[in-house]
């Protein structure tokens, strides 16, 4: 009986005040710093006294930077691997062939021929790659040269185009970008 009323004559916390951000969809642990940087524009876009949102920001600026080392850490370590590893392959090759009429292994002549043709494979996808690119980007500025050639020519003769050119240069932009995709979708 007696903790009852002991319980009974506690005060109890209120709830806190509701406000328009949904608290608990953008408090989860980020996992990308995009989704710190979202968290980090949410919170200084509270209505929070001056000090306190001065201080917030310079913890959200020590955050992005920390975060931001430490996935440029991440990846010079994962080269730097890669890197130990490829240097350790080659000793350990040069360790078993003997130049000038050497003796060489028949398993690493054979790994060595397959990974020189891998390499010559990928060279040349990635020059594919380029041209396609560089093909792209030559149609591209073609199409351009054509609209606005094209643009140039009414706009000699109109004066009311030049009101309009902002707008009709965003739609021909647009329509080239369309173009652009459709010529990538069909390389693809």
Same mark, same amino acid.
């Given at each position: %009986? /007696?903790?009852?009323?002991?319980? !009974?004559?506690?005060?109890? @916390?209120?709830?806190?005040?509701?406000? $328009? #951000?949904?608290?608990? &969809?953008?408090? &989860? @642990?980020?996992?990308?710093?995009?989704?710190?940087? +979202?968290?980090?524009?949410?919170?200084?876009?509270?209505?929070?006294?001056?000090? @306190? /949102?001065?201080?917030?920001?310079?913890?959200?600026?020590? $955050?992005?930077?920390?975060?931001?080392?430490?996935?440029? %850490?991440?990846?010079?370590?994962?080269?730097?691997?890669?890197?130990?590893?490829?240097?350790?392959?080659?000793?350990?090759?040069?360790? /078993?062939?003997?130049? =000038?009429?050497?003796?060489?292994?028949?398993?690493?002549?054979?790994?060595?021929?397959?990974?020189?043709?891998? &390499?010559?494979?990928?060279?040349?996808?990635?020059?594919?790659?380029?041209?396609?690119?560089?093909?792209? =980007?030559?149609?591209?500025?073609? #199409?351009?040269?054509?609209?606005?050639? +094209?643009?140039?020519?009414?706009?000699?003769?109109? *004066?009311?185009?030049?009101?309009?050119?902002?707008? +009709? %240069?965003?739609?021909?932009?647009?329509? %080239?970008? &369309?173009?652009?995709?459709?010529?990538? !979708? *069909? #390389? #693809?």
């Amino acid at each position: %009986m /007696r903790e009852s009323q002991i319980l !009974e004559a506690r005060p109890f @916390t209120p709830d806190p005040p509701s406000s $328009s #951000v949904d608290w608990p &969809n953008i408090f &989860n @642990t980020p996992l990308t710093i995009c989704t710190l940087q +979202r968290q980090a524009n949410v919170l200084q876009s509270t209505d929070l006294p001056l000090s @306190t /949102r001065h201080d917030l920001g310079k913890f959200i600026k020590g $955050s992005l930077t920390i975060a931001t080392t430490g996935q440029l %850490m991440t990846e010079h370590v994962e080269r730097s691997q890669a890197a130990e590893n490829a240097r350790k392959l080659r000793q350990r090759q040069n360790c /078993r062939i003997v130049q =000038k009429g050497g003796v060489i292994y028949a398993k690493d002549a054979k790994h060595i021929a397959q990974e020189r043709e891998s &390499n010559e494979l990928e060279a040349a996808r990635t020059r594919l790659a380029r041209l396609e690119q560089a093909a792209v =980007k030559k149609r591209q500025r073609r #199409v351009r040269q054509v609209v606005w050639n +094209r643009f140039k020519k009414k706009l000699a003769n109109r *004066d009311d185009f030049i009101k309009d050119l902002d707008k +009709r %240069m965003a739609l021909v932009c647009a329509e %080239m970008l &369309n173009w652009a995709e459709e010529d990538q !979708e *069909d #390389v #693809v």
